[in-house]
């Protein structure tokens, strides 16, 4: 199986800022991977897919890029909706493996 | 608009089964793969099973081979999850989710049903 391995796992930050989240697969993925937010109570939102497209509809400021093993998620100027959860998720393989989360907070 | 809707959730003893029911409206069902993602109570998300739009091709997590069974019927436009032997830690909401044509990243989701196995 991949393990995605997701850095760091939570997150103060302040509106305005520039945020990045890192997600490492044990393996080549070749850019299957996806990102989503996920809000409590709430189903995960796809933000991100194939690494570094932008799913309609998603605000600008989050970008998403890497190659191979090694991505990450910037979100480049925090505003008050997006303090959620984060999860990378590689769907090169079955089993579809997601990072752990970061749970990024208001500082 | 796509919409994807849960139910079949509820406390079950452990051992015990239970059925999910997913049904889907504005998108033609039968071209679509389809998914079933889990998150246990304060915890990540977990893959666990996927199906093609034909049924031909069932995937599963370990974690549940052999004791959960995906299916489906596209002239109901509903997924299904059939689980049997529930364990506590099968504890979890349950998302179905879709893909888009020809990719596999989970663009639509349910809301999703709780399902706590507890005695």
């Known amino acids: 199986d991949i393990q995605m391995t997701q850095s760091p796992s939570s997150l103060s930050a302040s509106v305005g800022d520039r945020v990045t989240i890192t997600c490492r697969a044990s393996?080549?993925?070749?850019?299957?991977l996806a990102w989503y937010q996920q809000k409590p109570g709430k189903a995960p939102k796809i933000l991100v897919y194939g690494a570094s497209s932008l799913e309609s509809g998603v605000p600008t400021r989050f970008s998403g890029s890497g190659s191979r093993t090694d991505y990450t998620l910037t979100i480049s100027s925090l505003q008050p909706e997006d303090f959620a959860t984060y999860y990378c998720q590689q769907y090169y393989t079955t089993p579809y493996t997601f990072g752990q989360g970061t749970k990024l907070e208001i500082k | 608009e796509v919409n994807l809707l849960e139910s079949g959730g509820g406390l079950v003893q452990p051992g015990g089964s239970l059925r999910l029911s997913c049904v889907a409206s504005g998108f033609t069902f039968g071209n679509y793969d389809m998914s079933w993602v889990r998150q246990a109570p304060g915890k990540g998300l977990e893959w666990v099973s996927s199906i093609s739009g034909n049924a031909e091709s069932t995937y599963y997590a370990d974690s549940v081979k052999g004791r959960f069974t995906i299916s489906r019927d596209n002239s109901k436009n509903t997924l299904y999850m059939q689980m049997n032997s529930l364990r506590a830690e099968d504890t979890a909401v349950y998302y179905c989710?879709?893909?888009?044509?020809?990719?596999?990243?989970?663009?639509?989701w349910g809301q999703g049903t709780l399902v706590p196995v507890s005695s």
């Open positions: 989710a879709k893909a888009p044509l020809g990719a596999r990243q989970f663009l639509h």
């Open positions: 393996q080549g993925i070749y850019d299957s």
